[in-house]
């Protein structure tokens, strides 16, 4: 009966969280409409630098936040040419964790507290304030909506936005339709198997330490994560962005702050015909080139398998020849301008500097429009949390 309740207590938190909330809107653009109006050329992506890092460690609901590398990985030093991994190994024993939570984004807001010089200006310094100029921090996922959404039509998604002393911070809402999948699917095996190989072949490609052979039998913890932190540019806007490092490929040199050395993971059924090969570089190689290129990732390995989670093989992408081989799919340069006038959208119509002013941007496949809505009453839910704000206005 207890675990009945509990149960119905998540449900009834997860339905929560794709709520409507009530409020005004104050803008409204179409997707073709702001993709006509990039004509321009593609704005200039400075490349990030890694200004700090943090992990988390998640367990069911419960997400900590650690600061340091403690959940650092590194990637595997030999890769067999026929690896034939098992990724269904272990899965009986993992630590699972859920997958629709607003924890691990307030994880960034925890480093910030901790990090505020590199990142939030101080009122009483010209000179530093120039010099950690912030216009927008969020999570990378945040950037990768929106610069997908001109060939992910289809798919709606959800940002709150707040303006707090001139940074804007944006993130992530699920929406109706994803918790109710999730709730649908949490339980469905195969889906729940297949999310599963994901993170089993993370961890197969990786080690905890640097020029070890992988733990054949080694626990995996879901979403358990290192992350990084990063200032970057894109135009005229500086951000501070973080995102999840599968690994990191310590035969690469890299000066401080470099991400030359990071690496990305997918897995993806194996390729043998003609339309898979379009749906592989249509879908899942957009987003994966919109996660690389976000955060600076120079390569990525995908494992293609069988469909009962048997690995192949293993091949190497080279992010910047991605968008080549997904020519007349998607264009790089497509992506980067819509993110760019998205975020001039963001920062004209996102008013208020307290923290407390909050707006729900979203995104409709029906009407394939955007939407800025200031929310009357916006609660926990979509707020900043009030530690947070506490925090960052002793700085």
């Known amino acids: 009966m207890e675990s009945r309740c509990a149960s119905a207590a998540v449900d009834a938190h997860y339905h929560a969280l794709c709520s409507d909330p009530a409020g005004e809107q104050v803008a409204a653009i179409s ?37 340091g590398d403690v959940a650092k990985r590194y990637l ?40 505020k010089g590199k990142v939030v200006a101080s009122s009483t310094n010209e000179v530093q304030s120039e010099s950690v100029r912030t216009d927008f921090i969020c999570c990378r996922l945040c950037f990768c909506v929106l610069m997908c959404t001109p060939y992910k039509e289809k798919i709606a998604w959800r940002i709150v936005a ?4 001139g940074v804007v911070y944006l993130h992530v809402h699920p929406t109706k339709k994803e918790v109710h999948q999730y709730l649908k699917e949490r339980d469905h095996c195969s889906w729940d198997r297949i999310t599963y190989w994901g993170v089993k072949f993370h961890r197969v490609m990786s080690t905890s330490e640097p020029g070890v052979p992988p733990k054949e039998d080694e626990l995996v913890r879901e979403r358990d994560s290192y992350n990084t932190v990063l200032r970057g540019h894109i135009g ?27 690496v990305e993971f997918k897995t993806n059924c194996l390729i043998s015909t003609e339309g898979q090969r379009s749906t592989f570089a249509k879908k899942k190689l957009l987003v994966w080139w919109a996660q690389s290129r976000l955060l600076g990732v120079p390569k990525g390995l995908c494992g293609f398998r069988h469909d009962n989670g048997i690995v192949m093989r293993v091949q ?13 799919l998607w264009s790089e340069d497509v992506c980067m301008r819509f993110l760019n006038d998205m975020l001039n959208f963001i920062k004209e119509h996102v008013e208020g500097d307290d923290g407390r002013t909050v707006y729900l941007l979203k ?7 955007i939407t800025c809505k200031r929310l009357a009453d916006p609660g926990k839910l979509y707020s900043l949390p009030d530690w947070f704000l506490k925090g960052i206005e002793g700085c």
């Open 31 to 67: 997707v073709r409409e702001a993709v006509s109006l990039c004509q321009d050329g593609p704005p200039r992506y400075g490349a990030p630098r890694e200004i700090g890092h943090y992990s988390i460690l998640a367990d069911g609901d419960d997400f900590e936040y650690a600061d």
């Open 76 to 115: 595997r030093a030999r890769i067999p040419f026929r690896p034939m991994w098992n990724l269904n190994d272990g899965y009986e024993s993992a630590v699972r964790a859920s997958w629709i939570s607003l924890t691990p984004a307030e994880c960034l807001l925890r480093w910030i507290i901790r990090n």
């Open 162 to 165: 707040s303006r707090h002393r």
């Open 236 to 262: 005229s806007h500086t951000f501070v962005i973080s995102g999840e490092v599968k690994a990191v490929d310590s035969s690469v040199q890299c000066e401080p702050g470099s991400t030359g050395s990071y």
């Open 316 to 328: 190497e992408f080279d992010v910047k020849t991605m968008p080549d081989k997904a020519k007349g």
């Open 363 to 369: 995104y409709e496949p029906s009407s394939c429009q």
